[in-house]
């Protein structure tokens, strides 16, 4: 990685996930919109919107394929993340951060960002370095929630015509205050480093990991700015959100 000047920006693009949901015949980060694989895509959004040198966390059994990739860039390094958990590949990421970019320096803005949310704009991207230069020390993409959100619990036996294992509701939970949250998420280099040494105990597993890095801030405390989020940073989770993916691209075409 070059060398950079203090007012640079970092990111760490998670791509060591196996796409279990997504069921293709590849890592989700290599599967392709419009002849570009996902993790192509979310580097693109991340330079456009402000990123000067980003790592990559690739599946370990895969890494050489993503170094052949992505490497050729001088401002993209990918090193293998952890089957373990996202937690513990960002960690990947970071220590890859501290050992290869010389002039990070304490308050450099560093970006986490899921490779399975490719077509995030670099306007949010943006937005969220923004906020980090304005001060703040944990900053989140937020989207209200259209759904009507309800909790409920499982039948634990079969019982008085209720099947064992089916679902009922338990109450209606007030969606005006909440939001879905997506990323990239933004921290000063020393807050991001810090929070992760601390926890690296939970990021052994999935149960004990956190899913996202704001987590990781709420536990120490450290409040947390959400900025406005947006459709189209979608998380590519299921087949039907690569239907959603590529009518967002068709509409940008048609522009
Ligand atoms: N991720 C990662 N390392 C892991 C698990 C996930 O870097 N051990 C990354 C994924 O590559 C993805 C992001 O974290 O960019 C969000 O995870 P998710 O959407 O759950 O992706 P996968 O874990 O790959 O999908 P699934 O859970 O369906 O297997
Ligand atoms: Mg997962």
Same mark, same amino acid.
């Given at each position: 990685m070059?060398?950079?000047?203090p007012a640079q920006v970092?990111?760490?693009?998670?791509?060591?996930?196996?796409?279990?949901r &997504?069921?293709? !015949?590849?890592?989700?980060?290599? %599967?392709e919109?419009?002849?570009? $694989?996902l @993790?192509?895509? #979310? *580097? /693109?959004?991340?330079h456009?919107?402000?990123?000067d040198?980003?790592?990559?966390?690739?599946?370990?059994?895969?890494?050489?394929?993503?170094?052949?990739?992505l490497?050729f860039r001088?401002?993209?390094?990918?090193?293998p993340g952890?089957?373990?958990?996202?937690?513990?590949?960002?960690a990947?990421?970071l220590e890859a951060?501290?050992?290869?970019?010389?002039?990070?320096?304490?308050d450099?803005?560093v &970006?986490?960002h !899921?490779a399975?949310?490719?077509l %995030?704009?670099?306007q949010?991207? $943006?937005? @969220?370095?923004d #906020? *980090? /230069?304005a001060?703040e020390?944990?900053?989140?993409?937020?989207?209200?929630?259209?759904d009507?959100?309800?909790?409920?619990?499982?039948?634990?036996?079969a019982?008085?015509g209720?099947?064992?294992?089916?679902?009922?509701?338990?109450?209606?939970?007030?969606?005006a205050?909440?939001?879905?949250?997506?990323?990239?998420?933004?921290?000063?280099?020393?807050?991001?480093r810090?929070?992760?040494?601390r926890?690296?105990a939970?990021?052994?597993?999935e149960?004990?990991?956190?899913?996202d890095d704001?987590?990781l801030?709420?536990? #120490?405390?450290?409040p947390?700015?959400?900025?406005?989020?947006?459709?189209?940073?979608?998380?590519i989770?299921?087949?039907?959100d690569?239907v959603?993916?590529r009518?967002?691209?068709?509409?940008?075409?048609r522009a």
């Open positions: 070059t060398s950079t000047s970092f990111a760490v693009i998670t791509a060591a996930g196996s796409g279990t &997504l069921g293709s !015949d590849r890592p989700k980060a290599l %599967v919109l419009d002849g570009i $694989s @993790v192509e895509h #979310a *580097l /693109r959004s991340l456009s919107g402000g990123v040198c980003a790592v990559v966390t690739a599946p370990p059994e895969r890494f050489e394929d993503f170094r052949a990739l490497e001088d401002v993209v390094r990918v090193v952890s089957p373990l958990s996202r937690q513990a590949s960002v990947a990421g951060l501290a050992q290869t970019a010389a002039a990070l320096s304490d450099s803005p &970006l986490i !899921d399975a949310r490719p %995030v704009s670099p949010l991207v $943006s937005r @969220v370095i #906020a *980090l /230069r001060g020390q944990a900053v989140i993409p937020g989207l209200a929630v259209a009507t959100l309800k909790s409920f619990h499982e039948v634990p036996e019982s008085a209720q099947a064992q294992g089916a679902h009922y509701v338990e109450a209606t939970v007030d969606r205050g909440l939001v879905a949250v997506q990323t990239p998420q933004g921290f000063p280099w020393k807050v991001i810090e929070l992760h040494r926890a690296a939970s990021a052994n597993s149960a004990t990991a956190l899913t704001a987590g801030a709420q536990q #120490a405390g450290i947390v700015r959400i900025v406005a989020g947006e459709g189209r940073a979608l998380k989770t299921t087949p039907i690569l959603f993916a009518a967002i691209l068709a509409e940008d075409a």
